[in-house]
């Protein structure tokens, strides 16, 4: 397999701009996403051991905010039987492109159906498992409750949604600090300090973090019977909710 092309989008001053998912950033989205998310890799290879608990036999599974399917490619590959459909969304028509050209090189991508969409145009039905592997974040804050609410009602008894979200923290000592070492986290992975700030700009008003509590108020409000957080590295969580 090849290298994903480096990450260097920010590593020369430019013009302060808000962060889109276009053909730039979808051309080094592997790169970025593994070297600006603390713990992807393990968060990824998890969601698969859950998908494979909880997909039950006939129902659906749905991967929202997909990118280039690095969730919904891990499902297919641990879940133990054939009989579900998984929808793959994303309004990225870049990153649904090139998923879609790394699926066509696939024998075993039957399961998995592609929908360029935003996720309020998009049903959810009989569903068992619904991933938003940091994809609320990017969400309008007072779209959030609406689109969780949305997928409780699509989901089956016994199914599982799994959050993973950059957070904050209400103590603002803490809050810096695990920034801080989040920085600290980016530059061991090559990124620069100009890549670092210009970044952060960039996604200033873009991706919106909350707390834990403020996700698990909403979840509980939508229905989930309970949820947790099962992963957290820094300010990144991954949460799982029971229906
Ligand atoms: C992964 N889950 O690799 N409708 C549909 N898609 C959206 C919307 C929306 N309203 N808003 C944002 N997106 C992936 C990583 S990235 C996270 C997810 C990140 C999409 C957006 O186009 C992008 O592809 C994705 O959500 C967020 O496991 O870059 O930090």
Known sequence: MNEPKQDRIYASERPLQDFVFDEKVADVFADMINRSVPGYATIISMIGMLADRYCSPGSMVYDLGCSLGGAALTMTHHIS???????????????????????????????????????????????????LNFTLQFIAQERRAGLVRKIYDGMQPGGILILSEKIRFADAHLDELLIDMYHQFKQVQGYSQLEISQKRSALENVLIPETIATHKARMQEAGFRSCDTWFQCFNFASMVAFK
Do not use: P, T
């Open 81 to 131: 039987h054939k009989d579900y459909q998984l929808i793959a969304v994303d309004n990225s028509a870049a990153m649904i492109e090139r998923f879609q050209q790394a699926l066509d090189g696939r024998h075993d991508s039957g399961n998995i159906q592609l929908v360029c969409a935003d996720l309020d145009d998009i049903e959810i039905n009989n569903a068992s498992v619904v991933v």
